[in-house]
Structure formats: structure tokens, C-alpha cells
């Protein structure tokens, strides 16, 4: 392959995929589709200092949302990894669909790995816990198939087993996440 057709295959790629997003967000939206979002966002885990988090929702045609969250950190010889997924029933506040409340349950799972500088040894601790999931959410901008929307969740969780490694009782997690329906 020489480096001149690089261009034109990257080129092609986006206008397919451009082609792709545009056709599904301008489309007519089914009553019975199935929303996917791209969230991105702040995490606060109780000491006042937010860490940047990326994930994924999606919304079945009942309503019920899902969502993975992914954070972590590297300093020094430790790594921290988390993941928080979650699941709930949004309800309408206000008697509108743009601002809604959401109750459900939330799974979290957080890898702490040390690695010692004159060894090759690695202690590793994985610790998981189930809490509950609290918050609002709002649609920012709805177009069609497409919508803009944001979130305030706080995600509890109980003391158990894993009370030393998991520092804090809760995460609040601020995003913004856009997505289209299918």
C-alpha cells in the first residue's frame, strides 16, 4: 500500500460514517427504538477533586436506562481502574419528559494495582459493591433521532467486605452525553 491512499481511505471512512449518522438522526424515530448515548463527563468520589470519565447508555422503548462509566488513574507505582455500571427508571418531573428523576441500582467495580520499583511484583486488590442510584436528568437539545442531555447522579453505596479498599460511600458523576435513537 503506498502512503498516498491513505488519505483517500481515511477520507472515504469519515464521509460513510458522516453519511451513516446523518441518515439515522434525521430519520423519523420509531415509538418502539432503542436510544444510544456517548457520555462523557466528571466524577467526585468525596474529597471535592474530579477525575474525567467516559462511557456509554442506552435507553430501552420502556424507558428503563443503562449505563458503563470508566475511570482511573496512574501516579507513581499505582494504578487505579474503575467501573460503574448502573440501571434505572427514570420519572418524569415537573410533567415534563425534558427534566426526569432516576432511582435504580448501581454495580461498582474498582482495581487497585501497586507495583514495586526494585521488583517485578504486583499487588493487585479488586473490590466490588452494589448500591443504589440516585439523580436528575435533562434533555438539552432533542432533533429527531438525535438528543443532547445531561445528568447529576449520585451512586451510594453500603460499608461491607471491601470498606478499606473502597474509600468513599458514594461517587457523583456530572455528564453530558449525546446519543440517537435506532
Do not use: C
Request: hydrophobic share 45%; charged share 15%.
Amino acid at each position: 500500500m503506498t502512503k498516498g491512499k491513505k488519505p483517500l481511505k481515511s477520507f472515504a471512512a469519515i464521509v460513510i460514517a458522516s453519511s451513516l449518522l446523518a441518515w439515522a438522526a434525521l430519520r423519523p424515530q420509531s415509538a418502539e427504538a432503542v436510544e444510544f448515548r456517548l457520555a462523557g463527563g466528571a466524577v467526585e468520589e468525596g474529597d471535592n477533586r474530579f477525575r474525567p470519565t467516559v462511557g456509554f447508555e442506552f435507553v430501552a422503548p420502556s424507558g428503563l436506562l443503562g449505563a458503563a462509566m470508566v475511570y482511573g488513574r496512574h501516579f507513581g507505582p499505582v494504578t487505579e481502574q474503575t467501573v460503574i455500571f448502573s440501571g434505572g427508571q427514570p420519572l418524569d418531573l415537573f410533567g415534563s419528559t425534558m427534566v426526569q428523576g432516576l432511582f435504580g441500582v448501581s454495580i461498582i467495580s474498582e482495581r487497585t494495582a501497586i507495583k514495586a520499583s526494585d521488583t517485578s511484583v504486583t499487588q493487585t486488590d479488586q473490590s466490588t459493591n452494589v448500591g443504589g442510584l440516585f439523580g436528575i436528568r435533562g434533555k438539552i437539545f432533542t432533533f429527531k433521532a438525535f438528543t443532547i442531555a445531561g445528568s447529576w447522579e449520585s451512586h451510594l453505596y453500603p460499608p461491607g467486605f471491601s470498606a478499606i479498599f473502597l474509600a468513599t460511600g458514594r461517587k457523583q458523576l456530572l455528564t453530558l452525553n449525546a446519543g440517537m435513537s435506532l
